[in-house]
């Protein structure tokens, strides 16, 4: 079934920008769903809403399960951790905030850091990481609150190619592993092809889905 339904969504920026008219556009539970479409068409102002950072000028975003703050992670193209502080903390933020025991949350976040192999950099600040090491701890702290929903805005558009297939494939495991549902913003079509079940494309001025294709691959996907 259906997790969200965008329906007859259009967003007006205070600036008067139009950003999005007459967006229609289903999610479904556990699918991989990209969004593709030339810089400036809405994609990022679709994840804003989505996460309830905006309000929609026309139409809404209908929650057909509920779906509560903690439950939706964001990975952004920027790793955006915090310098000061070591990999495992930054990782270990979220369930911190969320009140969760010292010791549970101290082996969650250990977990997920090893799962997105970096099980040896606990201690290391981000600094001494690559982009894509950095990138990684990104997606492990937004999924060690096992969110249901994760939106990701262009999260491998600033690594280099060789690091972008490798994130992909890491990505791909962690949803064949945990079944979030995602929204993956990209203006890669060899991205969107490789990533996702379905695609979502838009067109500017102003945003729209223009047309929505199911992507079949010669391989399974679970
Ligand atoms: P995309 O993610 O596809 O690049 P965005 O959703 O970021 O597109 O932007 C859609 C349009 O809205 C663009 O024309 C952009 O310049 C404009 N826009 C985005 N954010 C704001 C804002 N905070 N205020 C005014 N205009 C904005
Ligand atoms: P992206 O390419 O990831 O969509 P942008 O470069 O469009 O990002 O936007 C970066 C930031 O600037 C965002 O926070 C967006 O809200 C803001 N922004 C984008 N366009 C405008 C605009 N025309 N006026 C004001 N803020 C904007």
Redesign the pocket.
């Known amino acids: 079934g259906d997790l969200l339904r965008l329906r007859g969504l259009g967003?007006t920026?205070?600036?008067?920008?139009?950003?999005?008219d007459n967006v229609d556009l289903a999610v479904g539970e556990g699918e991989f769903l990209s969004?593709l479409?030339?810089?400036?068409?809405?994609?990022?102002?679709?994840?804003?809403l989505v996460a309830g950072l905006l309000a929609p000028t026309t139409g809404g975003v209908e929650r057909v399960r509920p779906i509560t703050r903690g439950d939706t992670g964001f990975v952004f193209q920027e790793p955006t951790l915090m310098p000061w502080a070591r990999i495992i903390d930054n990782v270990r933020l979220p369930l911190d905030l969320a009140g969760v025991p010292r010791a549970e949350a101290q082996e969650r976040a250990e977990d997920g850091l090893a799962r997105v192999g970096l099980g040896d950099f606990l201690r290391a600040f981000p600094a001494e990481l690559s982009g894509g090491m950095k990138m990684r701890a990104a997606l492990a702290r937004a999924l060690v609150t096992a969110p249901r929903l994760l939106l990701l805005?262009?999260p491998f558009a600033a690594l280099d190619e060789i690091t972008r297939l490798k994130l992909n494939d890491d990505l791909l495991a962690l949803w064949e592993r945990e079944r979030f549902t995602a929204i993956f913003?990209t203006?890669s079509v060899f991205e969107s092809v490789y990533l996702s079940g379905r695609i979502a494309i838009?067109g500017?001025?102003?945003?729209r889905v223009v047309e929505q294709v199911t992507v079949e691959l010669p391989w399974p996907r679970d």
């Open positions: 967003l920026y205070a600036n008067g920008t139009r950003a999005l969004l479409g030339p810089s400036g068409c809405g994609k990022s102002t679709i994840l804003r805005d262009e913003v203006h838009m500017p001025r102003p945003g």
